[in-house]
C-alpha cells in the first residue's frame, strides 16, 4: 500500500488536534473548542455577525444561536452596527477577554509540549507554520465548513 500524502497527513492532524483542544477546553473550561474559535475571532477586530458566520465557516442561523448563548453567559456583547441596517456588531466582554486568554494559555501549553516531545523544534515550527498561512493569504478557507452545534 503506498504512503499516505503530506496533505491527509496534515488534514488528519489538524483534525486530531481540534478534537484534542474540544476536550481539554470543554473539561478544564467547559466551553466548547467552536466557541472558543468565535471568541478570538470576534476579540481580533469585532466583526459582525454575518462576518464571524463567514469566518467560522458555518451558517448565519447557527452563528446567531452561538452568539446568543455566548451573549448570555456574559463572554460577548451584541450592539446595533453604527453602519446602520440590521446588523449586529460583536464584542468580547472583560470575562469573554479573559476567557480567550485562560483557553489559549491552556492549548499553547499543550501544544508546545506536543511540538516538543515529538523531537520538532518549537520555534521552527511556528516559524514555518506562519510561513504557509501567510503564503495562503486569503486563499486559506475558515477553520472548517461543517456544522457544529452552538
Do not use: I, W
Amino acid at each position: 500500500m503506498p504512503e499516505r500524502s503530506l496533505a491527509f497527513d496534515l488534514h488528519a492532524l489538524t483534525a486530531r488536534l481540534d478534537r484534542a483542544a474540544d476536550r481539554m477546553l470543554r473539561a478544564n473550561l467547559g466551553l466548547p473548542y467552536r466557541r472558543f474559535l468565535a471568541l478570538v475571532l470576534v476579540g481580533e477586530d469585532s466583526p459582525t455577525q454575518r462576518l464571524l458566520a463567514e469566518r467560522l465557516g458555518v451558517t448565519e442561523p447557527s452563528t446567531s444561536r452561538m452568539v446568543g448563548v455566548l451573549a448570555e453567559a456574559g463572554l460577548l456583547e451584541v450592539s446595533a452596527d453604527p453602519a446602520g441596517g440590521n446588523r449586529r456588531r460583536l464584542s468580547l466582554t472583560t470575562a469573554g477577554k479573559d476567557t480567550v486568554e485562560a483557553c489559549a494559555a491552556l492549548l499553547e501549553g499543550r501544544l508546545v509540549g506536543l511540538v516538543t516531545d515529538s523531537g520538532v523544534d518549537y520555534d521552527r515550527y511556528t516559524d514555518d507554520t506562519r510561513r504557509m498561512l501567510r503564503a495562503l493569504g486569503d486563499q486559506a478557507p475558515g477553520p472548517t465548513t461543517t456544522e457544529d452545534p452552538p
